[in-house]
């Protein structure tokens, strides 16, 4: 398994946060939709991080856990090869061939600056889709153009993280590693946190709640 000495040594550590509102005993696989997001793209992943304040900005509660080390880890910026047939698989897909994100080098520096995670595009085919997802969810749910659009763009995000995810897990792997962008952690500047999605049960030892 090709990972990073760092990766390594924060395995079977429990170094690893996730942010959410509710407490819980057990990690289910995939996680129980929040309430109020059924209008969003469910994941089939748990998600965590390495920086506790990161993982607080998505929820007051925070869970503390390890990541066996016998887990079969993608490391993004280790394992070319594997992270190079995630890119492919996505390339395939009739929406995310349309963006930046699946492009060769896009994607592999993404890894590191965590921008792989957010949909990019300059596509005209992909934004008049996004457009008319748009007008259809306003239509449909009563929402004002500008909140629809919102939940379109933020649905397409996890969209494209979940093929990522799907896409891993296909590929045998129990989790996958990267970086995600925090805007929020610094008011001056960006900063490209550790994300791991742990795509298998098992993996994760029982919440510790902080």
């Known amino acids: 398994m090709k990972i990073s000495n760092e990766l390594k040594e924060k395995l079977d550590s429990p170094c690893w946060f996730h942010g959410t509102e509710q407490a819980f005993d057990t990690w289910l696989i995939p996680p129980p939709p929040k309430p109020g997001e059924n209008l969003l793209v469910p994941h ?6 390495s920086d506790h304040d990161f993982a607080k900005g998505a929820g007051n509660k925070v869970a503390k856990v390890s990541i066996s080390s016998s887990s079969r880890i993608l490391d993004t910026m280790e394992n070319y090869e594997a992270s190079e047939k995630v890119r492919l698989a996505l390339s395939q897909h009739e929406i995310a061939s349309r963006t930046q994100n699946v492009q060769h080098d896009f994607w592999h520096e993404g890894w590191k600056t965590g921008d792989v995670l957010r949909m990019t595009y300059s596509d005209p085919v992909l934004e008049n889709h996004l457009q008319q997802m748009t007008v259809n ?6 929402l004002p153009r500008d909140a ?3 939940v379109v763009q933020h649905n397409s995000a996890r969209g494209l993280i979940e093929l990522i995810c799907t896409s891993a897990k296909r590929l045998g792997f129990d989790a996958i590693f990267g970086h995600e962008v925090d805007r929020h952690s610094s008011k001056d500047k960006v900063i490209a946190q550790p994300w791991m999605a742990v795509l298998s049960k098992g993996v994760v030892s029982k919440p510790e709640w902080a």
């Open 44 to 49: 089939t992943a748990i998600f965590f991080t």
């Open 137 to 142: 969810l306003s239509q449909q749910s009563g």
């Open 148 to 150: 629809a659009s919102v």
